[in-house]
């Protein structure tokens, strides 16, 4: 039966996880894709730049420029998940611009997003749902970017996010295989949100500060880095700080060493970590990195938040972003492709 419009609703309550947390984990996503790749279709007018073969945030290509214009690479990419807050309009800008982050990752602008939306619709009123697509067409306007129409399904477990496409530079795109020995690495959102989340998904407390997080685009970052000279970014979201780092320093062939104590936190993250709201994705993700990580004296508690799963984290940037802290710097390939200190 479908709740009244005016019914209080906890969104949270209806999803098995929240936000980013409920990615697939990132070894046995891994372990799928495996062997995937394949040649070029023969009639791809259009070069692929970047692929599955990194698991970097986007896929490029690079289309011919006629006439003597400057050459443009069109990047795309898709991102949707459960409820991780339970306002709804929240809910839709924070998922909006996580879709959106993964173009800014690459160095790129969005263009053009269309929606994507899973809704019991016997269970939850549709006014619930036009909340959460304001909230993703608000962010969508922020960025300048068109919101052109979308798809739905009838689900069982509320889902949103978007498929986004943007335009870049080929010759300055942010790729995670671009990172070289002697680069600092820098952080341009705090750490925390996922275990913030949680504690909201199981008391219904809420942190402003994490929305405030959510909910800002990574535009400005990337314009930055990109201002900076940087070729080599990620952005940090389910897999937690840890493994998007180990992915980006296994691209580049280098190891990722972090200054623990400059790592930057949300306040409160800590002591959701040590009041125990720290989901069942944020411990596979700590599992996951284990084998390429040197923790060195890390304390669990400071494990368990650098492999927090993010839901629109910062942008993780092979270079100094003017007002971002370096909470590290990638050195020549060790026995780990990460090493805390």
Avoid at 262 to 267: H, I, K, M, S, T
Avoid at 274 to 291: C, F, H, I, M, Q
Avoid at 311 to 336: D, F, Y
Wanted: glycine share 14%; with cysteine.
């Amino acid at each position: 039966m479908t709740l009244a419009s005016d019914t209080p609703v906890r969104l949270t309550q209806l999803a098995h996880g929240g936000g980013c947390a409920c990615k697939i984990p990132p070894g046995e996503l891994e372990d799928v894709l495996g062997g995937l790749t394949g040649p070029a279709p023969e009639a791809a007018g259009a070069p692929l730049l970047v692929g599955l073969a990194t698991g970097d945030d986007a896929a490029v290509v690079s289309l011919p420029a006629p006439g003597g214009a400057p050459a443009r690479a069109v990047v795309t990419t898709a991102d949707f998940f459960t409820p991780v807050v339970d306002d709804p309009y929240d809910w839709g800008r924070i998922a909006a611009a996580n879709a959106l982050s993964d173009v800014y990752a690459m160095g790129g602008s969005p263009v053009v997003a269309v929606n994507l939306l899973a809704w019991p619709r016997d269970v939850l009123p549709f006014d619930l749902a036009r909340e959460v697509l304001r909230g993703g067409l608000d962010i969508a306007a922020e960025a300048g970017c068109h919101v052109g129409g979308g798809h739905s399904v009838d689900d069982p477990e509320p889902k949103y996010g978007m498929a986004v496409t943007g335009v870049a530079d080929p010759e300055r795109l942010l790729r995670n295989d671009a990172g070289r020995p002697g680069l600092p690495l820098s952080l341009t959102k705090p750490l925390g949100l996922g275990v913030l989340n949680n504690r909201h998904k199981a008391t219904g407390e809420r942190f402003e500060q994490a929305v405030a997080t959510m909910t800002a685009l990574n535009r400005d970052a990337s314009a930055a880095a990109l201002a900076a000279g940087a070729r080599c970014a990620t952005d940090v979201t389910g897999f937690g700080l840890l493994g998007h780092l180990h992915k980006l320093a296994r691209a580049s062939e280098v190891t990722a060493v972090i200054d623990t104590a400059a790592v930057p936190y949300l306040d409160g993250a800590r002591e959701a970590v040590r009041d125990g709201y720290v989901s069942g994705g944020t411990r596979r993700n700590l599992d996951w990195v284990a084998p390429f990580t040197d923790f060195g004296d890390t304390g669990d508690g400071t494990r368990l938040l650098l492999a927090d799963a993010q839901t629109s984290g910062g942008l993780l940037v092979a270079g100094e972003v003017p007002g971002a802290p370096v909470v590290g710097e990638l050195v020549p390939r060790g026995a780990h492709s990460v090493v805390l200190r």
